[in-house]
C-alpha cells in the first residue's frame, strides 16, 4: 500500500492545518484496516495524533483531541487531518499511515509543516 501526504507547507499560528492522505494499493474501506496521522517535531520522536478506521471510526490523542479532526473521502480513497489552533509547537513532519495486522503496512514520506507568522 503507498500513502503520499498533501497540503501546505507553512501554516500561520491560530489557523487550522489542513492534510490529506492519498492512498493507493488498497481501499480505506478494506476490513481491518486502520489510517494513522503520526508526527516528528524537529529534533524529538514520533508523535501519533489519531485514525480513522475502515468503518470510519475516529481516533485521536488525549493531547489534541481538542484540536483534532480526521475525516476520509471514499470516493478518492483519501483522509485527511485538520489541527486547528496551531502554535509554533505544532511545527513538524507528518506523516500518514496504514496499520493491518497488527502492523504498518505503509507510510507517506511525510510532509514538514511549519507554523510561523
Known amino acids: 500500500v503507498q500513502l503520499q501526504e498533501s497540503g501546505p507547507g507553512l501554516v500561520k499560528p491560530s489557523q487550522t492545518l489542513s492534510l490529506t492522505c492519498t492512498v493507493s494499493?488498497?481501499?480505506?474501506?478494506?476490513?481491518?484496516?486502520?489510517w494513522s496521522w503520526i508526527r516528528q517535531p524537529p529534533g524529538k520522536g514520533l508523535e501519533w495524533i489519531g485514525a480513522?478506521?475502515?468503518?470510519?471510526?475516529?481516533y485521536s490523542s488525549p493531547s489534541l483531541k481538542s484540536r483534532t479532526s480526521i475525516s476520509r473521502d471514499t470516493s478518492n480513497n483519501q483522509f485527511s487531518l485538520q489541527l486547528s489552533s496551531v502554535t509554533p509547537d505544532d511545527t513538524a513532519v507528518y506523516y500518514c499511515?496504514?496499520?493491518?495486522?497488527?502492523?504498518?503496512?505503509?507510510w507517506g514520506k511525510g510532509t514538514l509543516v511549519t507554523v510561523s507568522s
Open positions: 494499493g488498497a481501499s480505506i474501506t478494506t476490513n481491518s484496516y486502520t
Open positions: 499511515a496504514g496499520y493491518y495486522s497488527s502492523t504498518y503496512a505503509g
Open positions: 480513522i478506521a475502515y468503518s470510519g471510526t475516529t
